[in-house]
């Protein structure tokens, strides 16, 4: 079946715009995860939704971020009054069951620059 | 405090060579380790995991706790390996601490 996709795959915004990216996980995965990549480094966490529970939003590096899943399906990432540090590359994970050792699939990614 | 870290950016090898990606990471319970890659124009993709105790495309990690390591090892290295490698620590929380990653050169 099909993995995990994202869109959209590039983003180029001016400082100071909003931006929303999309995740679509696999089909009945219930955990959703998404990271962040800046050049040069790993992948840093933002935020992991499971099932009904409320979200770990640990990771979240300002308020201008924030994240939305609609039951177990869609996910929306949204940066508000985007900064030239939010330059990155966002990828999206889901697994089945978000417990320990289980795997999870990463998308392919959106490159976001802002100028 | 939860941490991986992998010290070498960049680790270029001759075919056939030996390769050890080297990994520690820093957490005070019962940690589980992963390795992930990422080859050229491809989406980051699960390698292996020490729970399971497999060896894929001829690659094995050994959690060695005393050290506080998961260094990933492979006797005779191929050109299709070079990629890059992530080293992956899950605690408590089931999020992932990615290390910085290694970027495994493989010279025909």
């Known amino acids: 079946g099909a993995g995990v996709s994202q869109s959209p795959s590039n983003k180029v915004t001016e400082k100071g715009k909003d931006v929303e990216l999309r995740c679509d996980p696999i089909?009945?995965?219930?955990?959703l995860y998404w990271y962040r990549q800046r050049l040069g480094q790993g992948l840093e966490f933002l935020i992991y939704?499971?099932?009904?529970?409320?979200?770990?939003k640990s990771g979240l590096p300002s308020d201008r971020f924030s994240a939305e899943r609609t039951g177990e399906s869609v996910s929306t990432l949204t940066i508000q009054r985007t900064q030239q540090e939010d330059s990155a590359v966002y990828l999206c994970a889901s697994s089945p069951h978000g417990g320990r050792g289980g795997e999870q699939f990463f998308g392919p990614g959106t490159r976001l620059t802002v100028l | 405090a939860q941490r991986v870290t992998q010290p070498e950016k960049l680790l270029s090898v001759f075919k056939g060579a030996p390769v050890e990606l080297k990994c520690n990471y820093s957490y005070s319970g019962s940690p589980e380790l992963f390795w992930y890659v990422q080859y050229s124009r491809q989406r980051l993709q699960l390698l292996l995991r020490?729970?399971s105790r497999e060896s894929i495309k001829g690659f094995t990690a050994d959690l060695n706790k005393g050290e506080t390591s998961f260094h990933l090892k492979k006797p005779f290295a191929q050109e299709e390996d070079s990629a890059m490698y992530y080293c992956a620590l899950m605690g408590s929380s089931y999020k992932l601490i990615f290390g910085s990653g290694t970027r495994l050169l493989v010279r025909p």
């Open positions: 939704f499971q099932g009904n529970s409320a979200p770990d």
């Open positions: 020490h729970i």
């Open positions: 089909s009945g995965h219930t955990a």
